[in-house]
């Protein structure tokens, strides 16, 4: 600390005068020790710091203890020694689990022992320098002078370390307040529970339980502190709020799509409209929209809208795409009951939905060569974060481009029940359908548009649509065949095929018979006991194609329409049908040519005479009138010298019976 200042340093210090001038006026009146400043033009004079008033000096000794350094270097033998009488991992493990309340205080005993310590090195007697520094840190002279004792035997970098106050977890664990286990088991799984009971009300109940128990339990703010302490976060949050929220503790994971090219891959996902819509058929209905987008410029490829979210509006919205930009190589859906049906995904081995079968057909997706992902199902819920499209309903997205349009404002019926505008109608009327439609693509056309986007990819300067023109130009995207795009855009439904080369189709309902029946010359005999046929719903009297069960082309089906009784025209068709097939048949036949049937004989062994078995005892049976006569056996004997047939024998025995 110096001792020499000038009047312009002391000016303001103190209760000496703000001003230079008067500091000089009053030091020639009090004859402070001074001598002639150096080095400075105009003269003046620097006063010593023991002849200034003693305020002044102790203010100056103040200032000296702020402006101090809170390092100290430690240079002697003996102050390096003092990290090897204790262990620094045992002593900062508490500060690592101290409050920012707790660090705080501690920094600021920190910085005043530090203080002392410098002004005790400069030779400042200990007691003055307790003094100044606890003037300077409004701190008393007594807890200062415990700090700077409790630190002295410990090494300058661990001080903060050890003074740090350990409040309420020894010297005050002996003032804990009584509470008997059991009500506290009471009230854990009174308060632990799915119904979410305020801790209030859940002590008001144990309060109650106790005296009737005679329990002996604390105060409501002791119990709350008992829970936050004893009770980890993660339980509670299981035990209230479920598995789901629980999962949701754990940050999302950050992806990025650099390494994936424009249309490589695609998700989608079906939005309700918060919108009531008069639909085509004059029901007034909440439409859903299934929308297909690109996974790293985050596009909207395709949509297709319906009255709910069917396989249907899927397959469409898919077709659209491929279409018009190509096969993707991946889609990521959720697995939904119109998703996930076997005739888009069928053949995918963890469908995970509907009962899977060898002999499913095999669905769109896997025919085009297109690799499915499902999100996954956490908790009974759907994974959401896995599908970037989950952004795009909401935070000013497609739900407020479209929903919110001028052209529908009457008709919003809000985003849930606690948000029902002032013009909600109920459901009683609802907007045109084209009106809906022009508002859905002018808002797919806005979210696509929309420069300054903050992606990955558009940096937050480019649209998407500009992001998606730039990479799609450089992508390697495979361009879908006819056959393909057939596929896609014709219905698909698995039939029982007849001998004759015969099916149905239930396509039309089944009440009152509405069902077509389909033939094709082709599947006669065919061993395709199922079939998979594919077919335009909205020409079920047309051609239909039918495919074997792994996805091969078969032939081409027609509607056998039912004809009226009287028909003749009708008639003389189906008989110049069955003339026809009669006719090529037979020229089948004669193509074939076949041996006759009576060459075939010249093939069969000649029939050999049977050889005749030898009896040795003849039963002879003699009607008598209408009386069987008992007829005597006789043993044939042979002889050698004469051959008598049994007719003979039979004879002769029978005339000797009718002598006697």
């Not at 053949?347 to 996954?376: A, C, E, M």
Request: proline share 4%.
């Amino acid at each position: 600390m110096k001792e020499w200042y000038a009047a312009k340093e002391l000016a303001g210090v103190g209760s000496l005068p703000k001003h230079a001038t008067n500091v000089t006026r009053q030091a020639k009146k009090q004859n402070w020790n001074s001598r002639p400043l150096e080095g400075v033009k105009g003269g003046g004079f620097e006063y010593h710091l023991s002849s200034l008033p003693p305020e002044t000096q102790q203010a100056l000794k103040i200032q000296y203890a702020k402006s101090l350094k809170t390092e100290i270097s430690v240079t002697d033998k003996a102050e390096q020694g003092k990290a090897e009488r204790y262990v620094k991992e045992a002593l900062w493990q508490p500060f690592d689990k101290a409050n920012a309340k707790q660090k705080s205080k501690a920094e600021t005993k920190y910085h005043a022992c530090v203080a002392v310590e410098n002004l005790v090195r400069e030779k400042t007697p200990l007691m003055e320098a307790l003094e100044v520094v606890a003037t300077a840190q409004t701190v008393s002279i007594g807890s200062l002078k415990n700090w700077y004792y409790k630190v002295r035997n410990f090494e300058q970098s661990d001080w903060l370390a050890v003074l740090l106050t350990r409040s309420g977890k020894t010297a005050k664990d002996h003032l804990k307040a009584e509470f008997d286990l059991e009500a506290w088991d009471v009230f854990l799984a009174d308060y632990l529970r799915p119904e979410k009971p305020t801790l209030a009300a859940c002590y008001e109940r144990l309060k109650r339980s106790a005296q009737e128990m005679g329990w002996k339990i604390p105060s409501k703010q002791t119990v709350q502190r008992k829970l936050e302490s004893d009770v980890p976060y993660e339980v509670q949050v299981l035990k209230r709020d479920g598995e789901y929220a629980l999962t949701q503790l754990v940050p999302s994971l950050k992806r990025t799509v650099a390494d994936i090219q424009a249309m490589e891959w695609i998700n989608g996902d079906g939005y309700q409209h918060n919108v009531f819509v008069r639909w085509k058929n004059g029901e007034i209905v909440r439409p859903k929209t299934w929308f297909w987008q690109d996974i790293r410029t985050r596009k909207i490829l395709g949509y297709r809208c319906d009255i709910s979210e069917n396989t249907d509006s899927i397959r469409y919205a898919l077709m659209d795409v491929i279409y018009k930009y190509g096969i993707p190589r991946h889609i990521t859906i959720d697995n939904t009951r119109a998703a996930a049906n076997k005739w888009m995904t069928g053949g995918v081995p963890n469908r995970y939905r509907f009962k899977v079968k060898p002999d499913d057909p095999k669905g769109i997706i896997p025919l085009l060569g297109i690799q499915l992902h499902w999100t996954s199902v956490i908790a009974g819920t759907g994974h959401g974060q896995a599908k970037p499209i989950e952004r795009a309903f909401s935070h000013g997205g497609v739900g407020e481009l479209v929903d919110k349009d001028p052209a529908l404002a009457g008709f919003y019926a809000g985003a849930n029940v606690y948000d029902k505008p002032d013009n909600y109608n109920g459901g009683k009327d609802g907007v045109d359908y084209e009106v809906f439609m022009q508002a859905l693509a002018r808002g797919v056309e806005i979210f696509n548009t929309r420069e300054g986007r903050k992606t990955e990819i558009c940096q937050g300067i480019f649209s998407f649509d500009q992001v998606f023109a730039r990479d799609y130009a450089q992508a390697t995207v495979r361009k879908a065949s006819p056959e393909q795009l057939r596929m896609l855009m014709l219905t698909s439904e698995k039939q029982r095929l007849t001998k004759n080369g015969e099916f149905t189709l239930n396509a039309g309902g089944k009440l009152y018979g509405r069902t077509n029946s389909y033939f094709a010359e082709s599947l006669r005999g065919t061993h395709h006991k199922e079939v998979v046929v594919r077919f335009d719903p909205e020409k079920l009297h047309e051609t239909v194609y039918v495919y074997s069960l792994d996805g091969v082309f078969l032939a081409e089906a027609q509607c056998n329409e039912a004809k009226a009784f009287g028909d003749t025209s009708a008639a003389r068709t189906q008989k110049r049908l069955r003339d026809r097939i009669v006719k090529d048949t037979k020229r089948i036949v004669k193509n074939m040519e076949l041996i006759e049937a009576n060459e075939v004989a010249q093939f069969q062994p000649e029939v050999k005479e049977e050889p005749k078995l030898q009896l040795n005892i003849i039963e002879m049976a003699i009607k008598d009138g209408n009386v069987m006569r008992k007829v005597q056996t006789v043993q044939v004997v042979e002889e050698e010298e004469e051959e008598i047939s049994e007719f003979e024998q039979a004879f002769m025995n029978a005339v000797a019976m009718k002598s006697k």
